[in-house]
C-alpha cells in the first residue's frame, strides 16, 4: 500500500465505499463458484473487478493530476 494517505500507488488505488462493496460482492461471488467447482467459468467476474480497478485508478490518476496543479 502506499506510505503516505495522499500518495497514489497504481497497484493498489484507493476505492470509495461503493467500490469496496461492490469488490466484496465480487469476490464473494467468484468465492461461492470456486466452491462449485474449478471448472465454472468466472471470467465474467474478473472482467467487472478489472473494470472496478481501472475506474478507481483513473480517478485517482485524475486526482492525482488536479492536486499536483494546486
Same mark, same amino acid.
Given at each position: 500500500?502506499?506510505?503516505?494517505?495522499? &500518495?497514489?500507488? %497504481?497497484?493498489? %488505488? %484507493?476505492?470509495?465505499?461503493? &467500490?469496496?462493496?461492490?469488490?466484496?460482492?465480487? $469476490? *464473494? +461471488?467468484?468465492?461461492? +463458484?470456486? $466452491?462449485?467447482?474449478?471448472?465454472?467459468?468466472? *471470467?465474467?467476474? &474478473?472482467k467487472k473487478v478489472? @473494470?472496478?480497478?481501472?475506474?478507481? @485508478? &483513473? +480517478?485517482?490518476?485524475?486526482?492525482? +493530476?488536479?492536486?499536483?496543479?494546486?
Amino acid at each position: 500500500m502506499a506510505s503516505k494517505q495522499n &500518495e497514489y500507488d %497504481p497497484k493498489h %488505488p %484507493p476505492l470509495t465505499a461503493g &467500490e469496496k462493496a461492490k469488490f466484496a460482492w465480487y $469476490i *464473494g +461471488r467468484m468465492a461461492k +463458484r470456486g $466452491i462449485a467447482g474449478e471448472s465454472v467459468y468466472q *471470467g465474467d467476474l &474478473e472482467k467487472k473487478v478489472d @473494470r472496478l480497478l481501472d475506474g478507481a @485508478r &483513473e +480517478r485517482a490518476e485524475k486526482n492525482a +493530476r488536479q492536486n499536483a496543479k494546486k
